[in-house]
Structures are given as structure tokens and as C-alpha cells.
């Protein structure tokens, strides 16, 4: 008796993932250092000056971690209550903070104690930042007002009351100490001037705003809020150039690699998502266990540090070109391939015995099934959900086994209204697929040659054969517009394979 053969499964070339210079820079990153804080992380600031210390804002504290540091060089506490928004002087010695009582406090980074502490806000200060000048902070509040405060005298400058909503983001131009920009939550970015007594600029973002960003030259303003992140153009008065929406939840935070050609967003998805800031696609993508609420870039990208909201700090350090050569050294050393076929290619003498171990033959459960004559079971095995979903290749061969049998007509027949539904939707979604059309047609002329009769009984299955109609015509509607572009491509070489023998003939006289 002959022994049973498997259902042969059809291999198809699969599109491997382009590995691009993006890919190469942004995966060449240690496994990251993961460091539990004592809340949600709400901000993550890098010094300006070596050793690029970071100043991470969670809960009632700021911790700050040395460059390779798991341990926090230096903690600061004096927060009655949650605090907001650690930021670094740009020569790295003063550091500011909002704080859930509204009280800003600044507070120099050698010591613990806080040297100003700013009054004059009444609810959670949640934005602050230095002017390029050193001498001055800006100051965001839920109380809907922006202020600018004098550090020497510990006395406020101006108050703006313009946003109708919390204020919730804010940036300070490192160009000019009058301007700074605000986000909030009434959908609106506000530029201001500190010489002028209102706003000298408005855009409208559409969703609450809930992190800003300047490029380096100052001309070009980012701004994250929802699922959309906005670029516009502040020396063409706010006009808008560019809208992203890559994520699935609201962006919470941006920043800009050290050359400023990739621009990095952060969402409650839990990815990173990775822009070339010369046409704005996604170049590459992180993920996190997490919805990320904080995200900063090391100078140089030498590390990739993120918060996230089950209070969780993750830091991803880049591999010295040492440590890349070796993995990539131990990637070509594998042992694994010559173990396997040690002795495959030794040729037997003429004097040599065979001494063969026979192999057991493992069966797929539809096999079983095609072996033991249960067609209609295999049929239903290779349409399970995973298999038609994942392996639409496994339920094709089998489809393609039963109809050389002549046995697919008798699969198909007495199904009830859910399974045949079933059947008609994977049919749809793979019929018009080059790799499955030549069985998936027949056998959907076998369906409707089968169940003629009950046609117009079932909503449900009405429903799916109208849609496989549809796909039909629009795809007999594509097939027939390549064949005329196929006809008129044909006419231009004709014509142009003419002129050249016209061109040659003329010359050779």
C-alpha cells in the first residue's frame, strides 16, 4: 500500500523588511535600562552641559541621573505636591519647576534647598522654562494665563491672559529672550513678544495642544495634540505645512535629534514614531510597554530616555562601535549551520552498508482528516481562524487538494448560513490575490453552482455574495483597464520600433 502524501503547501516569496541608514542608526541600541520611579513620568530635561546629566520630573520629586547612572545623582523634594516640568538652565547649573500648588520653584542644581520660589499663580503650573537671556522664566498655568518673571528680584514681568483653556505647553525662543510661544487645551498657539501687551500671533491646531517644539532656526514650529502632529512656517505668519497622523492615541510629546533631521513623536499608543524632517515620513518606529508621557534625546542621540504612565523610565544607551562590531562578528560566527550539515555531503563507497533510520511522518490534523476520507472536517480545519487569517496559503491547498480529488463538491455542500458566511469572506478578501485566483474562482463557481437554490434566504450570505460581485467587477474593470494600457504601450513601441528601422534605413543611404 502506498505510503499517504501530505498536502503540498505552496511557498511564496515573502518581501523582507528594507533595512535603510534609519534603521541601521536607530536599532544600533542597547537593551534598555528600565528604572521604576514613584509616579508618572511627566518630563524628561538633558542638560546642556557635560556630563548631560537629565533631570526626570515624577510625582513630588526631580530626580537627576547621571549619563550611565541607575541611580539618581541628586533628588529634589521640596514639592508640597506633585510637581511639573523640570527644566535646565542652558548652563546647566539652575533648575525650574512647576508644581501642582501652583508655587514655581528654581532651585540650583548643587544644593537641595529652593533659591526663589515665584507666587502669583492660583492653580497647577504645569509649563516653565528659562529665556536665552538666563535672567527670566516663563511660566504656564491651569489658571489659563502665561508670565514672565525676573529671577534676581523674584518679581513677575508680565501676565498673559489670553488662552481660554489650561495652558499646558510652552516654548522660549533661544534667539530672541522676548518671544515665546504657548499650547493649550482651547486648541491654540500663541507667539508672544514681552515688549508688546498682547499676542503678536495665533494658529489653530484643532485638538488640545499638548507639546510644542522649535526647529533650531527658529522659522519652523512643531506642535503635537491628539493624533496629529503640525509643522508650521512662523516667518510666513503661522501658516501650516505639514499635518501627521501616525498614531492611533493623542501625541503627548516631541523632540529633535542632534542634527535636527529627524523629528521624534511620542504617544499613548506606546511608539515612538520617527520623521525625516525633509518630507515628513515615518522612518522608523519604537515600541514600549507603555503609554509614553516623556521623551528626550541625549546630545549626540547617545541615549533615548522615556516615561511612562506606569511610572517606569526607560533609557536606551547606544552601542560604541566596539560593541556593534562584535554582535555583528558573533552574528557570522554562528556554529549553527555546519552542526546541522556535518556529514550531509559524505558519499558512500561501494563497500559501505546503508543503515537508515526510518523517519516518522508527522501529519497536519487536515491531513489526518484527507487521509481518513473526512473531507468535509479538513475543510474545516484549514478554514479555523488563525489558519485562513494567517496561513490563507494552508486553506488554498487544501481547497486546491479536495478539487483534484473531485471530492470539493461534496465539502462544500450541506453547510449552514454561518459557516457558508465564513467561507464567502475568505473568499473576498483572497480571491482577487495573483497567488490564490486561479483555485479560489473555481471553487467560488462551485459555491454558487452549489447553493443556487437557497440564494435570496439569507441576508447574512445575500450580503457577502453581493460584495464578492462587487470585487468581481471592479476587479474585471481593473484587469480590463491594464489590457488597454498594455494595448496602448504596445502601439508606442510599434511606432517607435518603426521610426528607428525608418532612421536606420535613411542612414545606411
Known sequence: MASFKPTKIQVYPKLGEKVTQDTLYWKN????????????????????????????????????????SQEPVKTLTRFKDTAYCGRFRSDGQLLVAGCEDSVV??????????????????????????????YQILTGSDDYTCRLWDIPNATELNSY?????????????????????TGSYDHTLKLFDARADKSVMTMDHGQPVESLLLYPSEGLLVSAGGRHVKVWDLLKGGQPLVSMKNHHKTVTCLCLSSNGQRLLSASLDRHVKVYNTTNYKVVHNFDYAASILS???APNDESIVAGMTNSILSIKHRKSPEESAEVSGQQR??????VFVKGKNYAPKQDDYL????????????????????????????????????KPEITVAVIKELDRRG??????????????????????GNLVDPRFAAVLAPAAEMILDVYRRV????????????RLQELLEREIDYQQDLLEVLGMLDTLFMVEFALEQTEDGEHRR
Open 295 to 297: 521623551l528626550a534625546l
Open 105 to 134: 520653584r528654581l532651585f540650583d542644581v548643587s544644593g537641595k534647598a529652593a533659591l526663589r520660589m515665584f507666587r502669583g499663580h492660583t492653580k497647577a503650573v504645569h509649563v516653565t522654562d528659562f529665556t536665552s537671556d538666563r
Open 29 to 68: 541600541y542597547k537593551a534598555p535600562v528600565q528604572i521604576k520611579e514613584f509616579g508618572a513620568i511627566t518630563s524628561i530635561d538633558f542638560s546642556p552641559v557635560a556630563p548631560h546629566n537629565f533631570a526626570v520630573t515624577a510625582f513630588t520629586r526631580i530626580h537627576i541621573y547621571g549619563p550611565f
Open 455 to 466: 440564494v435570496g434566504q439569507s441576508p447574512l450570505v445575500d450580503r457577502q455574495l453581493l
Open 333 to 338: 560566527r554562528t556554529p549553527s549551520y555546519r
Open 161 to 181: 491672559r489670553e488662552h481660554t483653556d489650561y495652558v499646558r505647553c510652552g516654548v522660549t525662543s533661544k534667539l530672541n529672550r522676548d518671544l515665546f510661544i
Open 407 to 428: 471530492t470539493l463538491k461534496n465539502a462544500l455542500a450541506g453547510r449552514d448560513e454561518q459557516w457558508l458566511a465564513r467561507l464567502l469572506n475568505f473568499l473576498i
Open 355 to 390: 543503515v537508515s533510520k526510518p523517519v516518522k511522518q508527522h501529519l497536519a490534523k487536515y491531513d489526518k482528516q484527507l487521509r481518513t476520507f473526512n473531507v468535509s472536517n479538513s475543510l474545516d480545519t484549514a478554514l479555523a481562524t488563525w489558519t485562513r487569517l494567517r
